[in-house]
């Protein structure tokens, strides 16, 4: 999803006027969160709290982060990131035993702010070992529920887009929605093997009029369907849950053992904004590698930069138990039950504006 930078308010959120308009919202985000700790407890999940700096932040191509330098007693230097997602850390934990875990992290994206977007704010990440990603979508829909009873709301309202909370989610496979809202056959351009035919989806995106350009990869029509024709459509009147992506748009999560053309991923949207993000965890160590490769060869060859990829998760990886996991963007779920137009409005204290 693209971003753009706000303009510098008038006067800083830390006056007393910004902050008494803002506290209404601040105090609902904490009731939400006290709720879900709740939700948390009484299924039996561990609360625990992973370290900010690691060794790469995330190998996925369009993720930034921010780097930074650790310096040893003798002077020697190592490039160290702070994290775009607690996922790593949160695996290695299911890999040392642990069955049920959640995090309320705070997390860094560079290249990021927006209405929708922060350079630091909080996710929410649950896993459950042993557990399907099915009962994950469960977990999604009673969260939404329960966010809109803590703050007394039975509509989440944004940008003239209204979703019940409390209604089941539509559940709704990516070839659908690239079949409803662009009348695009998505699996004829997948492979059985995951391999994807980039001219078979552009004549698609011809027929439907979609304007590309001649050097757009699989993944950049692919996004561009998404962005263009299917996310507008998303979570109106009441929630979707976007599952069943192709296996090359998924780094993290297995294959379908319906459909190897597609991996056990899914994205939970209300009004339009994109909540959720949960797999079918990977398991396969050599298969993580490398699409971790071909996810920084992309990198390079977009951006000129790559991140390390870190060992330590790798042989973890081959260790853990099969699990499902999800991560949601705990400022949006209060910012569509709070009845904020921003996420900054939901944030106690947003950082600074650092370009003018």
């Known amino acids: 999803m693209s971003s753009s930078r706000p ?75 702070l994290h775009t997602s607690p996922e790593f850390a949160c695996k290695k934990l299911l890999a040392a035993g642990e069955k049920r875990i959640f995090t309320f992290a705070h997390v860094y994206r560079n290249r990021e702010r927006g209405a929708l977007h922060h350079p630091e704010f909080t996710m929410l990440e649950w896993y459950r070992a ?29 940008r003239g887009m209204e979703v019940d909370p409390f209604a089941e989610p539509e559940r709704l496979s990516l070839a659908e929605a690239f079949e409803r809202y662009a009348g695009i056959d998505l699996l004829a351009s997948v492979a059985a093997n995951g391999e994807t035919d980039r001219d078979l ?17 699989w993944a950049d029509l692919f996004s561009r369907v998404l962005v263009e024709k299917i996310e507008p459509h998303l979570g109106q009147s009441r929630a979707t849950i976007l599952c069943e992506y192709p296996v090359s748009e998924a780094a993290l999560a297995r294959p379908s053992a319906r459909d190897p053309r597609v991996a056990e991923r899914f994205e939970l949207y209300a009004c339009g904004v994109e909540l959720a993000n949960a797999f079918g965890e990977l398991t396969d160590a050599g298969e993580q590698r490398r699409r971790f490769e071909h996810e920084m060869a992309e990198k390079s060859r977009i951006y000129g930069e790559r991140y390390p990829i870190d060992e330590d998760f790798l042989a973890a990886l081959a260790a853990m ?26 944030m106690w204290a947003p950082v600074a504006e650092v370009f003018s």
Request: proline share 3%.
């Open 7 to 81: 303009a510098v308010s008038r006067s800083p959120w830390w006056t007393q006027a910004n902050h008494a308009d803002r506290r209404p919202f601040l105090m609902g985000r904490n009731a939400i969160q006290a709720a879900l700790r709740g939700f948390f407890g009484e299924r039996d999940f561990v609360e625990v709290d992973t370290a900010t700096l690691q060794i790469s932040p995330g190998n996925e191509t369009h993720l930034h982060a921010f780097a930074t330098e650790a310096i040893a007693i003798d002077g020697a230097r190592a490039s160290i990131y």
């Open 321 to 346: 138990p099969d699990a499902s996991g999800a991560a949601l963007g705990f400022d949006r779920l209060a910012m569509l039950a709070t009845g904020a137009s921003r996420v900054e409005q939901v």
């Open 201 to 217: 989806l552009a004549a698609g995106l011809k027929r439907t009029g979609i304007r590309f350009a001649e050097d757009d990869t």
């Open 130 to 158: 042993g557990e399907s990603y099915e009962q994950l979508m469960a977990d999604c829909a009673d969260m939404l529920a329960l966010a809109a009873e803590t703050t007394g709301t039975d509509r989440f309202i944004f």
